[in-house]
């Protein structure tokens, strides 16, 4: 018999945390107190001044109807200030800025609006699932960048071969970088700029985490001359204001290459509710606002615990400059399954095998700091006790 499900879904790259969701629901059904540094997703409230804002403008039944095109100029005002304040890059609000359902509805869309059947993406491994998904979607191959620590976790781009840079149209580059925490500098978003320039592919730069830093503010992609005429920047609410059920992003960035995805979207979705639009300029008005800045605050003494917690344990972790994740190198001759699951049940931690973000993440877990700074002491203490 044949199966409603179209055949494109069996190209997705297979979900490797299967195993140890179903461990760590085992460990819970079980009654044990679990520590669970799993999910990406700030356990901490929006501020409450975005609340406020998002109370007063859902009663306005101006903000009810449909909320078509780009995104409200106000919002793309704000971000064009923001814009010019933080990164000194000036924008266009009509042009070179795109307002998002999430970021992840605008990665997932973007090849839809700039790949064509065989071309190829470059996609960094270990990295974020959607970059894969949406280009197999758009009917285009994935060519993989693998990053490593020896290379500060930044792709090499002497080492693709010389078909690939001529297939490729698009390459995704995400710092500061999830899963590994890795901060660019501005000379290799050169390095890029001057390579995407040289063989006519296009960069887009995720960068949902360029807020949460613990010491020198990280670039965007747009500091570089001439950046705007090859790529795109992807910015989100979601990680910076503790915004992720909210969905808000926006992309800056080429006026080509936005007016595409600008297309595809008026044709999958109607805008994004206009309440949460209000809502979002005034998180980024609110940007330097000293309960944002103590957010960051909360994840580096958690981040401070957690490196503390594993190096005394024995595990060769780094201190990461920026995210609220930890990249935690596993006890020398550990893989990272064998990590993952050995921390689950000997400790009742949960943590993410380094492997499920491709081959490239092997030997290293990640740690979301999610968790309260109490209860990091307590999971490193727990952990500190397994012997390797
Ligand atoms: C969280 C995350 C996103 C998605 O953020 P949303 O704006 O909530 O969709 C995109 N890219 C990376 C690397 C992320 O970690």
Not at 107 to 112: A, E, F, K, N, R
Not at 138 to 163: F, K, Q, S, Y
Not at 226 to 238: M, Q, R, W, Y
Request: a negative charge; charged letters at 25%; hydrophobic letters at 45%.
């Amino acid at each position: 018999m044949n199966s409603w499900r179209a055949e494109r879904l069996s190209q997705l790259p297979a979900y490797l945390f299967v195993e140890i969701d179903r461990r760590k629901r085992e460990a819970l059904d079980a009654g044990r107190d679990v520590i669970d540094f799993g999910v990406g997703d700030p356990s901490d409230p929006t501020p409450q001044f975005i609340v406020d804002r998002m109370a007063e403008a859902i009663r306005d039944p101006a903000n009810h109807r449909y909320a078509l095109g780009v995104g409200m100029l106000e919002l793309r005002r704000t971000v064009v200030d923001f814009f010019a304040q933080r990164y000194g890059v000036s924008l266009d609000p009509d042009s070179e800025v795109v307002v998002l359902l999430g970021s992840k509805e605008g990665i997932g869309h973007l090849p839809t609006a700039v790949v064509n059947p065989g071309d190829v993406v470059l996609a960094p491994e270990p990295g974020y699932p959607v970059y894969v998904s949406g280009t197999i979607f758009a009917g285009g191959t994935c060519h993989t960048m693998p990053l490593a620590e020896r290379n500060g976790w930044l792709p090499v781009l002497e080492d693709i071969p010389a078909e690939v840079r001529r297939r490729a149209k698009l390459m995704w580059l995400n710092y500061p970088n999830n899963p590994t925490a890795a901060v660019a500098p501005l000379s290799f978003f050169e390095e890029a700029v001057a390579f995407a320039r040289k063989h006519n592919i296009l960069i887009a730069q995720d960068a949902p985490y360029c807020e949460i830093y613990f010491n020198s503010p990280p670039p965007s992609i747009l500091q570089v001359e001439g950046a705007k005429d090859v790529a795109i920047e992807f910015h989100s609410l979601s990680k910076t204001f503790n915004m992720t059920g909210w969905r808000i992003a926006f992309a800056v960035g080429n006026r080509e290459v936005l007016a595409a995805l600008a297309k595809v979207k008026s044709n999958l979705d109607s805008g994004l509710f206009q309440a949460i639009q209000h809502a979002g300029i005034a998180a980024l008005r609110g940007i330097n606002r000293p309960e944002i800045r103590e957010q960051i605050e909360v994840y580096r003494r958690r981040r401070d615990v957690a490196v503390a917690g594993f190096r005394e344990a024995g595990w060769p972790v780094a201190a990461p400059q920026a995210t609220f994740y930890v990249w935690a190198k596993c006890p020398p001759g550990v893989d990272s399954m064998t990590a993952t699951s050995r921390v689950l049940d000997e400790a009742d931690v949960v943590v993410v095998p380094g492997a499920g973000f491709g081959p490239a993440g092997e030997g290293y877990v990640r740690l979301a700091l999610t968790v309260s700074e109490e209860r990091t002491r307590e999971a490193v203490g727990r952990i500190a006790k397994i012997t390797w």
